[in-house]
């Protein structure tokens, strides 16, 4: 079954803490992104990546950073969560080009307090 | 810059009537436009894209999407609405790049019995 899979789903942490969520995608696509959603605000890009090494910053990259070392995963890492980070976020990855859809993760839900 | 707009943070219809959902949008050049459903607990789920062709596309669960290029609209259809249709949607804009989809801020729907 296609899917991008991300972990956790749901994840407490405290300010400041490392943190490091992981999405798959079994689909053998070259684009990826993260994206978090807040409530009246959509859904926003963080970070995305056109290929295996090659990432770049989507609208709201601060305080998180990206890799891409495997074409099929695409970790976000939060060095040091803090509360504004707060949020719902998605892994999503595509074929490249403009008309392909996007495939979505399950979404991981951050509480940073 | 390329933007979307769903003018209604929620509509509400009756069970077996048709839903409109809203979605406008401001691009140069071609827009690439999509629909995305989000379920509670879920991520977002592929419904249809307008890439080029004919103005009314379907799209899976029964919805379709007109396609109106002098109003800059996009807007979900579905001729008769079910309970398990309530959902968050959202209407999305492929950036000229290819490197994101710009989302509106999402529309829920509430279908009553």
């Known amino acids: 079954e296609a899917q991008v899979t991300q972990n956790p789903r749901y994840l407490i942490t405290v300010t400041g803490k490392k943190l490091t969520v992981t999405c798959s995608q079994n689909m053998n696509h070259e684009y990826m992104s993260w994206y978090r959603q807040d409530p009246g605000l959509g859904l926003r890009q963080i970070y995305y990546?056109?290929?295996?090494?090659?990432?770049d910053k989507g609208d709201v990259p601060e305080g998180y950073k990206v890799s891409r070392k495997e074409k099929r995963n695409f970790p976000l890492i939060l060095e040091s969560p803090s509360p504004n980070q707060t949020s719902l976020y998605f892994c999503a990855s595509s074929e490249q080009g403009v008309t392909p859809e996007a495939f979505f993760g399950q979404g991981t839900r951050l509480t940073v307090v | 810059a390329q933007s979307v707009a769903q003018p209604e943070d929620q509509v509400n219809v009756a069970e077996g009537n048709p839903l409109t959902v809203k979605c406008t949008y401001s691009v140069s050049g071609n827009p690439y436009l999509f629909w995305y459903v989000q379920y509670p607990n879920r991520g977002l789920q592929f419904l249809l894209k307008y890439i080029t062709g004919d103005n009314l596309v379907k799209g899976s669960y029964g919805f379709e999407a007109e396609f109106n290029k002098s109003q800059t609209s996009f807007h979900l259809k579905k001729p008769s609405a079910l309970v398990s249709d309530s959902a968050l949607y959202f209407c999305?804009?492929?950036?000229?790049?290819?490197?994101?989809?710009?989302f509106g801020k999402g529309t829920t729907l509430s279908v009553s019995s």
């Open positions: 990546s056109m290929n295996v090494e090659v990432t």
């Open positions: 999305a804009v492929r950036d000229m790049t290819g490197t994101a989809l710009i």
